[in-house]
């Protein structure tokens, strides 16, 4: 599994990371489909290196022509100038294998709940961070997601 993979090697490599978007709600257990894997990393030129080193080590590729440290270095540019959230990579051999690092989250500022999936550790976002999250994006898909998740709060 794809995820699984891709959270292996993070763990290796000793990258703060962590899960955010859909499959974060889904395994926070709101209802919730998602083909591609949304990551958060430490605001870090180490982690944002090592991570694409891992990323192409797996045989993902980027979509944009720009490194981590470039992504690093500019992005509240990027952000703020060219309307880019993530630095997306897909696998070519396997197409539906997407993964989106968002820049605009820091996983050093997030808490997370880390859960056993097959022996492998994934460090989830925390319902509360991930409403946050969810309030500052204010897409359709993000506050639903938002009322799933503060629905499982007050059980």
């Known amino acids: 599994m794809f995820l699984l993979k891709i959270c292996t090697a993070l763990e290796r490599g000793k990258i703060r ?10 395994l926070q257990g709101a209802v919730r489909g998602t083909v591609d894997i949304d990551l958060a990393l430490s605001f870090s030129l180490e982690a944002f290196e090592k991570a694409e080193k891992i990323f192409l080590n797996l045989g993902l590729k980027p979509r944009l022509p720009v490194d981590g440290r470039h992504v690093f270095r500019f ?4 952000i703020k100038n060219r309307n880019l959230i993530a ?3 897909y696998d070519p051999s396997q197409p ?18 880390t859960l056993k999936i097959q022996g492998v550790n994934i460090r989830v976002a925390s319902k509360r961070d991930l ?8 897409r359709p898909q993000d506050l639903e997601d938002m009322k799933s998740l503060e629905e499982l709060l007050k059980k």
């Open 17 to 26: 990371y962590a899960l955010v978007g859909g499959y974060a709600v889904a």
């Open 131 to 138: 409403i946050k999250m969810k309030r500052r994006a204010g």
């Open 96 to 113: 539906l294998n997407q993964l989106d690092v968002v820049i605009t989250e820091d996983a050093d500022g997030m808490k997370t709940d």
């Open 75 to 78: 992005r509240k540019e990027y």
């Open 87 to 89: 630095w997306s990579f």
